[in-house]
């Protein structure tokens, strides 16, 4: 009878065990990410608030599964700035590493291909370093972008800009990459409503390592606005042969690069001036009083402050995931339904989805001044005034 009780009680010993183990299990959590290729440059500040936050999560206990703490494990994978390599890596997260939840990959080209996987897998996936008008049809039910930073919106609210500081021609040159083709297609008819003129309008491969041909003919159209819809190693080649060339119009935009903060360090007072896509800064403290604390957490971490557009939309794709992950735990349909209806507080201010897209916040544009980022656009969020170069 004692044997019997005892072997019933070490079964039960094993049990409660067991069962705490299962709860100590680390939540997976998988991703593809741009460590090497034409991307990395872009994407290393996406990589590093994951980081942050792995980190943030760890401190406080875990992550909040429903109610119970739980640890997280990083399980990712180099796309090589590849969009063809990201559907196959998300597929293998999905079905071969069992991951429990999943986080966005870096760029427009690679959040195009993980989203019709998302869908086949009925997996949600809070996007963020991406925006396009195409994603709205492609993936209506599993993917989300809390950036107000589409193609449309962009040009119209450029459009807007240039004609309030009197802008009367502009030369538009675009990476053949999908974002800025979008942006592309929308800028030029809403410049020349605006009664632009857009005396160049051209393309160029996303492997330049030579604008010269090009800036020479913008120099030589002598335009009021330069608009490079570039991405960060672009970005560079332009800052570097348009200062060669002499280019001088008063309103230079350039479409990705300009938030990271290298580029500032890099060109120094060259830089001031220069604008750029955004809607998040730390100096905005009336409308997101956290942003500062989330810029003194990443500068902390890795001694330099955040990019001003992705690592900030990157944290609020992570904020989203975590509160909907509080409310729903890890139940794919239900995760979908909290996150494509509630409301999520983030370092950029309230989120809801309307669709893929978050309509509370604004479109906007950043400029360099002094060596910082600063809110130039709309009015209503600025934090500081258009200034020519």
Known sequence: MFKKLLTTAMAAAFTVAGQANAAEDPVKIGFSISKTGIFAQGAASQ?????LWRDQI???GGLDVGGKKR????VWYDDESNPSKVAPIYEKLITDDKVDLLLAPWGTPMHLSVAPVAEK???PIVGNTAASVALRQVSPGYIWFPTSMFPD??????AKMLKQQGIKSAAVIANVLPFAQENQKFLIPALEKAGIAVKINE??????????????????????AVIVLSYPADSFLYMKQSKEIGISAGFQFLLVGPSIPVFRKAFGDFANGIVTMGHWSPLQKKWWPRAKEFTEAYSKKFNMPPDYLDSALAYMSLEILEQAVAKAGLDKEKLRQVIA??????????????GVENKLLPTGFLQIQKGDLQIVWPEGMATS?????
Do not use: H
């Open 47 to 51: 990589m590093t608030v994951y980081e």
């Open 58 to 60: 760890k401190a406080r």
């Open 71 to 74: 640890p997280i494990k990083l």
């Open 121 to 123: 897998y009925k997996f």
């Open 153 to 158: 919106s962009i040009a119209s609210e450029m």
């Open 203 to 224: 393309k160029y491969p996303p492997n330049i390592s030579d604008m010269t041909p090009l800036l020479t003919k913008v120099k030589q159209a002598n335009v009021d």
């Open 341 to 354: 209806t509630d409301t999520f507080e983030t370092i950029n201010g309230p989120v809801k989805f309307t």
């Open 385 to 389: 005034k258009f200034m020519k170069r």
